[in-house]
């Protein structure tokens, strides 16, 4: 593209950015009222010319301004544009999101995404930080272009509805590691480029008959790109409690492996997410959340997660999760490696297909040789966490 075309584009992409405003701003996110009445939309903020947006946003299903409560149905057109923003969580709510929305957020790590979306708009997310990613269920469409340039995502979770993929949409993901398809018919490939720059990537799919399909497939069944394997079952705990987020929200740390479904006390299912996070509701009533590591595939055994309304505080119901100190796991120069107070602790480590590599008690720091190039689950007593080796 000629230098001055392109400096003219981000000169107009610029100007058409600052020209567009929000109509109030409530608990530092502003939104604009949508076509619908009763309707807002997350939009963005800019205040000298810089997204104002920074740190963490859990969006509210809903938000009152000047006496009336208005439901938050979408995220505008590169709402959080460039921003610094590290961390979101989207509402159930939000049934849309506009194109460009979090482009360029090389800070933003962590999405829960709402449950009712159908499409990952056009590079909605090109260029940010994400380093896990789960497609709830329903969604049907990746659009063009939409985690290319994602440099730290590893692990992507993608769900049975999905239908099409588009150019672009994982283009450069250099550190794209592992894949969970839960669909049994290969997603299509819609146009050039969508997995470029990628390197070996492990594919689990549902069973052997959907593996013979994605190998018969153009795009999935490439040899160079791709290690297909059938889904098998695998046992995982969530990694750590839970701490106070603020007046409103009780923070769950979940850890680096797998997707987690979260359940309701209503036996609801309220999110599905990759994230190293959850933000439960605080409640005018003792509360009790159900937790559980999923493939998208098969789940793992549930963890309970009860939020009392005297002391704020999540704890876990669960007498398998006593207090331990943390372990250090790391992988170095092909080997796994394990520090800390970790003796006559169960060591397990299992790959991405959930075979169990690995199991035994430990004896002080520990040193684990396995198959290299591969993606690991390494569990220390109630501590998980996911390597490539």
């Given amino acids: 593209m000629n230098k001055l075309r392109y400096i003219s584009l981000l000169t107009l992409t610029f100007l058409t950015l600052t020209a567009r405003g929000w109509d109030f701003v409530s608990n530092g996110i502003a939104y604009s009222f949508n076509d619908?009445?009763?309707?807002?939309?997350?939009?963005?903020?800019?205040?000298?010319?810089?997204?104002?947006y920074n740190g963490v946003y859990i969006i509210p299903s809903t938000v009152n301004y000047d006496g009336y409560n208005y439901r938050v149905t979408g995220i505008a057109e590169a709402a959080f544009y460039?921003?610094?923003?590290?961390?979101?969580?989207?509402?159930?709510?939000?049934?849309k999101i506009g194109e460009e929305a979090f482009l360029g957020c090389d800070e933003l790590q962590n999405v829960t995404l709402s449950l009712n979306l159908t499409e990952i708009p056009r590079e909605c997310f090109l260029g940010s930080g994400l380093v896990n990613i789960a497609l709830p269920e329903g969604l049907e469409k990746v659009g063009y272009g939409a985690f290319q340039d994602c440099y730290s995502l590893h692990t992507l979770m993608l769900p049975s509805s999905l239908r099409r993929i588009e150019a672009y949409a994982f283009n450069d993901c250099h550190n794209l590691y592992e894949i969970y398809c839960a669909a049994t018919t290969p997603p299509k490939a819609m146009g050039?480029?969508?997995f470029d720059g990628v390197g070996q990537v492990d594919v689990v799919v549902t069973?052997?008959?959907?593996?013979?399909?994605?190998?018969?497939?153009?795009?999935?069944?490439?040899?160079?790109?791709?290690?297909?394997?059938?889904?098998?079952?695998?046992?995982?705990?969530?990694?750590?409690?839970?701490?106070?987020?603020?007046?409103?929200?009780?923070?769950?740390?979940?850890?680096?492996?797998?997707?987690y479904k979260v359940i309701d006390e209503n036996d609801e299912l309220v999110a599905i997410t990759a994230a190293d996070h959850y933000y439960l509701p605080a409640c005018d009533h003792d509360a009790t959340f159900t937790i559980i590591p999923t493939t998208m595939m098969g789940d793992s055994d549930p963890v309970y997660v009860m939020v009392d309304k005297l002391s704020g505080?999540?704890?876990?119901?669960?007498?398998?999760?006593?207090?331990?100190?943390?372990?250090?796991?790391?992988?170095?120069?092909?080997?796994?490696?394990?520090?800390?107070?970790?003796?006559?602790?169960?060591?397990?480590?299992?790959?991405?297909?959930g075979r169990l590599y690995y199991e035994r008690m430990s004896s002080d720091n520990h040193v684990i040789d396995l198959p290299h190039n591969r993606v690991y689950v390494v569990r220390v007593g109630k501590y998980v966490k996911k390597l490539f080796l």
């Fill in 207 to 259: 069973d052997y008959e959907a593996m013979d399909a994605y190998l018969d497939d153009k795009a999935w069944g490439d040899a160079e790109h791709f290690t297909l394997y059938p889904n098998e079952d695998i046992s995982l705990l969530i990694t750590a409690d839970g701490e106070p987020f603020s007046q409103d929200w009780k923070r769950i740390t979940l850890g680096n492996n797998l997707a």
């Fill in 36 to 52: 619908r009445s009763d309707e807002v939309m997350v939009d963005e903020n800019i205040v000298d010319g810089l997204s104002a």
């Fill in 313 to 353: 505080i999540d704890s876990f119901i669960d007498d398998a999760l006593p207090a331990e100190p943390e372990p250090i796991i790391v992988a170095r120069w092909g080997t796994i490696y394990i520090y800390g107070d970790n003796y006559g602790k169960l060591v397990s480590v299992w790959d991405m297909t």
């Fill in 192 to 194: 050039w480029g969508i």
């Fill in 82 to 95: 460039n921003s610094k923003v590290t961390e979101v969580v989207m509402p159930n709510s939000i049934t």
